[in-house]
Every structure is written in C-alpha cells, then in structure tokens.
C-alpha cells in the first residue's frame, strides 16, 4: 500500500471504517465510548503499516490508527498540550503551534553571532521506531497523576501493527503517522532539552535534529562525547556517529 498522492486522514485504518462511517458511529456510541475511556476497558486496535520510500533510500514507517483511535488519540494530544506545552524550551521548534523552521534558523544564527561558532550536530538513529516505552512511560508519570491516561497511552504505544497481512507486536517506538507520536516524541526529546539547558548550553531543535553551538572546537568534541552518552544511556535511544559529528 502506498500514500503517494493520497491525504493521510482519508486512509481506512484496519478495521475499514471511513471518516463518515465514524462520525455515524460517534452519534449512536458516545456514551459507551466514554464509560469504556472512564472505566479504563477501552483497548485500541492495531495500525495499518505502510513504508513509504526515503528520497536518499530507504524506508519510513508509517503506521495507519483507526478512525476511533485517532479520534481518541488527537483528544489525548491536545490534553497532554495543554499540559506539557508551558514547561518545553523556547529553543525547541517543531511539532508545536507557531513554531516553524525560519525561527529556528534565526535562533542558531543568534548563537553564531555570539561567537558561538562551532557546531555538534546530533542525529537520533531511527528515533521515532527507537523510543523505549519504558522510560517514555516514566517520564509520563513524573507529571500525569490519572493511572487511566497513562494506561491508555500504554496501550496505544503497544497495540501491534499489521504489514502484508500479518499482525506483529510493538516493543519500542512511537507510531509515526499517529496524531499521539508528535506530543510523545517531544516529551521524550525535552528530557534532553533540559539537561543542555542545566549544563548552560546554547541548542536549537527542530523535531528531533539537534544541534549545540559552542566556542571552541575543544568544546565541541567534548560536549558531543558526554551528551552522547547521556542520551544512550539516560535516554536509551542510539545516536548516529555517522551523521553525528562535532564540527
């Protein structure tokens, strides 16, 4: 299956329902929708996987949630919004409202004009099939009391995903192509927002490329050595020491 000159929100998740099938549906079955959500027995179905082909090679997951699930979903995104949104860096752009690259650019052309001219770039390998639900869960928990929605994102982060017929679990990642994975995924990155902004350095993200603008070369192999350990050791994702490179 392929997205190629199709809308991602008319794609059938694998249970078949259209967009106007689950608007009839929500009519007659929003009561029983939100007992099941209240009374933590509502269990997602699975995604529809789909690799679409990189333009430099290679494929990107994309997983392909019900209707139901994305209505579900996009209400617990907004809800982790509102939450989440206050305490995030302003040197963070991508996957949030009224930030877009050009800010970002401004923002790291500030810091070169500061003198801080030397670069680590961070590359995050495969990040978003990456994420360790683990400690996505826990961080989760540090700021969300109701053992309900932390359930609920559990088992969204869980539920298998269907390719070429066949129905595989999940054991890590966040589902790219799901309205959940962009809120996830940058509340896993500010964990390493933070930790730069404790050590007082200057960085610039947009969605998960990263950079850190130093003064000296020096600083700059020396910061890249000790951030990538706390991100494969704290953070338990994998950096790319290919494409990262402290410059």
């Not at 967009?19 to 995604?47: A, C, I, K």
């Not at 302003?90 to 970002?104: D, E, K, L, P, V």
């Not at 799901?178 to 902004?197: G, Q």
Request: glycine share 8%; proline share 3%; with cysteine.
């Amino acid at each position: 299956m392929s997205l190629r000159g199709t809308s991602y929100y008319v794609v059938k998740g694998i249970d078949g329902m259209t967009l106007m099938q689950l608007r009839e549906w929500f009519n007659h079955n929003w009561q029983e929708l939100q007992s099941s959500l209240l009374d933590g027995s509502y269990t997602p179905l699975g995604v529809r996987g789909v690799r679409i082909r990189k333009p430099k090679g290679g494929y990107r997951q994309i997983c392909i949630p019900t209707f139901k699930d994305r209505l579900i979903q996009q209400a617990t995104s907004q809800a982790l919004s509102r939450r989440y949104e206050p305490i995030f860096s302003t040197n963070s752009y991508g996957f949030r409202s009224r930030c877009i690259a050009h800010q970002a650019l401004l923002q790291a052309a500030e810091y070169v004009a500061e003198g801080y001219n030397h670069v680590v770039d961070l590359d995050l390998e495969k990040f978003f099939d990456k994420v360790d639900h683990d400690h996505l869960m826990w961080l989760l928990g540090t700021r969300i009391g109701d053992s309900r929605v932390l359930s609920l994102i559990g088992k969204f982060l869980r539920c298998g995903i269907m390719q070429d017929g066949l129905i595989s679990q999940r054991l890590q990642g966040t589902a790219q192509g799901s309205p959940l994975s962009p809120i996830l995924s940058y509340i896993v990155l500010d964990e390493l927002d933070k930790e730069l902004e404790v050590r007082g350095h200057r960085l610039v993200r947009y969605a998960d490329d990263q950079i850190i603008l130093v003064r000296s070369e020096e600083a700059a192999n020396r910061v890249h050595k000790s951030i990538t350990d706390f991100i494969e050791n704290r953070m338990l994702l994998k950096v790319n020491r290919v494409k990262s490179l402290p410059g």
